[in-house]
């Protein structure tokens, strides 16, 4: 049975620095990878799918990046603004199976 | 326009009512999802239809049904609301056939039930 980790639960920065949110799953045979955001009170936003064949994912200031064998993905924030700060969760799944989504990271960006 | 929508956002009632929540995809998706999101945040799986057909069955209780009468749009009906429904509901949908495509998320029903 997959399980989806985020470490760590929340994380508070100042505004400016460049942050690390971490996803890691425990069966490494998945098909996708994608990382939400998601502001209180509001549905989840899609930042990055990465596809079990690719390594990593870029969108403006997100790079996302894949290393199956090990079971982990990182999602990079560079420049982090105030705008940033919501709710960062994964989600894997296996081809044709359900998406299994993390707990989610609490980003706070500190002006 | 917002590419998937649920209605209503916010809905408040008593243990044993029956209710529907709404949803309607505009991206000219195949395959669309419910999920819920309880007071712990964790995101499971309740359905998913894809072309009309029920392809995903989570082990959910019978009072959940989930009504496509076409492909852009999925509702959720709850008979015999209980305590323990509350949560927020969320819609999705994705492109290809069941969970082979990126996800896009309604912006969620919050179910309060009473």
Not at chain 1, 60 to 72: E, I, M
Not at chain 1, 77 to 99: E, K, M, R
Request: a neutral charge; hydrophobic letters at 35%.
């Amino acid at each position: 049975k997959q399980e989806v980790t985020q470490i760590p639960a929340a994380l508070s920065v100042p505004e400016g620095e460049n942050l690390v949110l971490n996803c890691s799953f425990t069966d490494s045979a998945i098909y996708n990878l994608q990382w939400f955001r998601q502001d209180p009170g509001k549905g989840l936003t899609s930042l990055l799918l990465i596809q079990s064949s690719q390594r990593e994912q870029t969108s403006g200031r997100l790079n996302a990046s894949l290393d199956k064998s090990s079971g982990r993905s990182t999602l990079y924030i560079a420049a982090s603004q105030p705008g940033d700060s919501a709710t960062y969760l994964c989600a894997v799944n296996g081809y044709g199976q359900n998406f299994v989504f993390g707990p989610g990271t609490r980003l706070s960006v500190l002006p | 326009d917002t590419a998937v929508s649920q209605t209503p956002k916010y809905l408040v009632t008593q243990m044993g009512n029956d209710k529907s929540i709404k949803c309607e995809q505009n991206l000219g998706h195949d395959t669309m999802y419910w999920y819920k999101q309880d007071s712990k945040k964790f995101l499971k799986i309740m359905f998913s239809y894809n072309n009309k057909e029920l392809i995903i069955n989570e082990t959910v209780p019978n009072r959940f049904s989930p009504k496509s009468p076409d492909k852009a749009h999925l509702n959720l009906h709850i008979n015999s609301l209980e305590l323990g429904d509350s949560a927020v509901y969320f819609c999705a949908s994705s492109l290809r056939q069941a969970n082979t495509g990126e996800l896009f998320f309604g912006e969620g029903s919050r179910l309060t039930v009473l």
